[in-house]
């Protein structure tokens, strides 16, 4: 299998843009034809390079916004099981682990209204041992939202 | 123009898990028709409920990783200026308005290497006037990535 090349960052590029193009849209985009496209879209789903062809939507316009909750484990705590635990919850979108101030970022999908939200928030850190320090970010607005 | 119903957030749901499905593909799955799929789809797009169809890379594969970089700005700060001077640069990637103890919180994508990824947030916060307190976190994996 041949290695990344240049074509396919740009692939990637154009689709992070617009993922519902067709292999003949592509083709044309990239100067190529249908059956090469075919063929390295394979590749990148095949490679794990593309996880996943999604959709972007105004969470605000459903009734939903982002709770961010910074964790900082205590120095035991098993980081691996913990996100274990939590990755199977449904209103846990995002879930990042991090170097630094803080080693786990988790961002859940929460009502919009603010009380609700906090409920909801309290609940899921309920579920988590070993907390040394939790900050939570209520997001308001998020003016850009681009993968790569 | 309809309000959101049930099938509407049905049909989100579905294109979060798979936003290359066509529209007869997604009419068999909700058990109606393909024009009936087509006229939801303008719809959504046409109220900004869907913002934009994407693509999930797995970043580390591509070379680069995530640095957050939280932000508490002075009290006399203008947030929106900030956060228009920084929405153009290519290499931030979301940037969420947040109440709690940051109020912006910016995904920057960066090479894996840690000593340029440095380099890149340094150059980044130089941008950026009236930081109270700003804390950085590199992610190091990403063990979940939904969007909704």
Do not use: C, W
């Amino acid at each position: 299998m041949r290695k990344l090349d240049k074509v396919d960052l740009q692939l990637i590029k154009i689709l992070s843009q617009n993922s519902r193009l067709t292999y003949r849209e592509l083709a044309e985009m990239l100067g190529t034809t249908r059956q090469r496209i075919a063929r390295r879209m394979e590749k990148l789903k095949k490679l794990g390079i593309i996880r996943k062809f999604t959709v972007l939507p105004d969470l605000e316009k459903l009734g939903y916004m982002y709770a961010v909750v910074l964790i900082k484990l205590k120095p035991m705590a098993t980081v691996d099981d913990i996100i274990n635990d939590i990755a199977g919850i449904e209103y846990v979108k995002i879930i990042e682990k991090g170097i630094g101030k803080y080693n786990l970022l988790v961002h859940m999908l929460v009502p919009k209204d603010l009380s609700e939200a906090e409920g909801r928030v309290n609940e899921f850190l309920s579920h988590i041992k070993d907390i040394e320090n939790v900050e939570v970010v209520f997001i308001s607005k998020v003016p850009k939202f681009e993968i790569i």
